[in-house]
């Protein structure tokens, strides 16, 4: 992410109009305009995740590696993270973005997050 600008967007091709924009299960997942797959909202938390959320409690911004209690996700037993602070744009009932805030004062963000719905 040092060197380019990484946009990631999820869509989701619903047909109803009855949930929130952010309560959809299934998204197609773009990253800089190429698909890499699908991804489903989770319910519950898992145990990793619940360990992350503990430990990254008092952080506010910051990015890094933190060992992972399930060492068979990953190969070296290290999940990586980072936590930061996101502006959220309303463009419609269909359309939010999320975009990170640059504590160093670069301009423009590193991080663009785009929630769509088509239908």
Not at 1 to 10: G, K, P, Q
Not at 33 to 46: A, N, P, Q, V
Not at 48 to 58: A, K, P
Not at 68 to 80: I, R, V
Request: proline share 3%.
């Amino acid at each position: 992410m040092e060197s380019d600008m990484v946009r990631i967007a999820l869509e989701s091709e619903t047909k109803t109009h009855k949930k929130k924009l952010l309560e959809e299960f299934v998204w197609a997942v773009y990253c800089n305009g190429r698909k890499m797959g699908y991804s489903i909202r989770k319910k519950h938390l898992g145990d990793d995740e619940l360990h992350v959320t503990q430990l990254l409690r008092g952080v506010s911004t910051s990015a890094g590696a933190l060992p992972t209690l399930n060492h068979k996700e990953s190969s070296d037993g290290e999940l990586t993270y980072m936590r930061a602070r996101f502006e959220r744009v309303v463009g419609s009932k269909d359309s939010e973005a999320l975009h990170m805030i640059n504590p160093d004062g670069a301009p423009g963000p590193e991080l663009s997050i785009f929630f769509l719905r088509s239908y």
